[in-house]
Each structure stands twice: as C-alpha cells, then as structure tokens.
C-alpha cells in the first residue's frame, strides 16, 4: 500500500498569514494515463470532509482562491495564503493512483 | 445539488452483520464511481471500498476484505455497503461519497456503526 506522511501534524497559524501543508507518498503517485491523483481534502469540526484541490492544483468548485496545491511525484503541498478562522479544521492528502487508496494522517490547522 | 444521504448505521454486536445505504440525488448517479470511507471516533479518514459506474469493478481495503460487500442499484440511486463479521475496530462513521477525477468530490454527513457487546 502506498503511506501518506504529512507534516506536520498541527500547524498553529496567525489570522492572515500563510500555512503550508506537505504530504509526501511512499511511491509516485504518477497513473498510468500521466494523471497524478493526488488530492486536498478539508474537515472542519463536526463536519464531514470537503474537497479542496484535485489532481495536485486543481481547485474544486466553490473553493476559495487562497487555497493552491503544488507538486509532483512524491512531494505535494498544498498552501494557504492568508489564513481565516473558517479554514480552522483537519487537512488530508489522499492519493487515487493506485488501489488501496490511502489518506495522510491529517494535519490539524489551528489559530494561535 | 448533490446530495448523500447514508442511513442504516447503529449498534451491532462483535460477529454481526449491518448494512449501510446511501441515497444519492442531484447528479446523474450511473455515471459515477461511488466510494465508502470511514473515520473512528477522534481518528483520521480511512478509504473502505469504491465501486466502478455500472457495478463492474469493487475494490477494498485490506481491512474490509471478504467482509465487506459494496454494491448500487443505479435504478434506485442507492449504494450499499454490506459489512458483516463485524469488528470492535469497525466502529467509525461511515461515509459515501462521489468519485471523479481521482477524487471524492461530494461527501454525506455519515452515519455511525458502534460494534460493541
């Protein structure tokens, strides 16, 4: 099975300034078909989870622009910007390339 | 709008059998690769089974296999998760949501399978 080792696991942030998640996977996550499924997912307390990037930077509908996703092979971040008290909540990387698919133990983005 | 709604979550003792549905509206459900993930009380996402457009293809975690059973009724837009033999480490919510472009596009709000005696 392909691991998902994100870091780092809490990320205390000040309202309006940036946070950087990084997700690395145990293999690459490049498909066969040249597509690297590897997405960004949200969960805000109580919430179930909300998707944010698909395909390492594409940004699902609706999702603010301060959300970006970047990377390839292994290594993939995703970015905030300018951080709001609405993105408070747990992020996930979670690969599709290949089955079982496999999330990343969620990092917990807090405000300081 | 997309909508999920799972239901048939509840109490089942260790051994025992539930099965979980999840109505799907607002898309057009044929069309789509529909997905079971689940998440132990204060723990992370875990992936469970997904199962291809038409029925063909399911797939499982290791965890689930031979357990489990996903399947759809796409005249009912229904997707189910039949887990027997069931585990205290099976108690999680579970969710289903759509699959598209190697992701899970839209969530339900879950429902809650406690195994315990």
């Known amino acids: 099975d392909i691991v998902m080792t994100q870091t780092p696991l809490s990320s205390p942030v000040t309202l309006g300034q940036p946070a950087s998640i990084s997700c690395r996977s145990s293999?690459?996550?490049?498909?066969?078909?040249?597509?690297?499924?590897l997405s960004w997912l949200q969960q805000r307390p109580g919430q179930p989870p909300r998707l944010l990037i698909y395909?390492?930077?594409n940004r699902f509908s609706g999702v603010p622009d301060r959300f970006s996703g970047s990377g390839a092979g292994t290594d993939f971040t995703l970015k905030i910007s300018r951080v709001e008290a609405e993105d408070v909540g747990v992020y996930y990387c979670?690969?599709?390339?290949?089955?079982?698919?496999?999330f990343g133990q969620g990092t917990k983005l807090e405000i300081k | 709008e997309v909508q999920l709604l799972e239901s048939g979550g509840g109490l089942v003792q260790p051994g025992g059998s539930l099965r979980l549905s999840c109505a799907a509206s607002g898309f057009t459900f044929s069309s789509y690769s529909m997905i079971w993930v689940r998440q132990a009380p204060g723990k992370g996402l875990e992936w469970v089974s997904e199962?291809?457009?038409?029925?063909?293809?399911?797939y499982y975690a290791n965890s689930v296999k031979g357990r489990f059973t996903i399947s759809r009724d796409n005249s009912k837009n229904t997707l189910y998760l039949q887990m027997n033999s069931l585990r205290d480490e099976d108690t999680a919510v579970y969710y289903c949501a759509k699959g598209l472009m190697g992701a899970t596009t839209n969530w339900g709000q879950g429902t809650l399978v406690t195994v315990s005696s």
């Open positions: 293999q690459s996550l490049v498909f066969s078909d040249g597509n690297t499924y």
């Open positions: 395909k390492i930077s």
């Open positions: 979670m690969q599709a390339t290949q089955f079982p698919y496999t």
């Open positions: 199962i291809s457009a038409g029925g063909g293809g399911t």
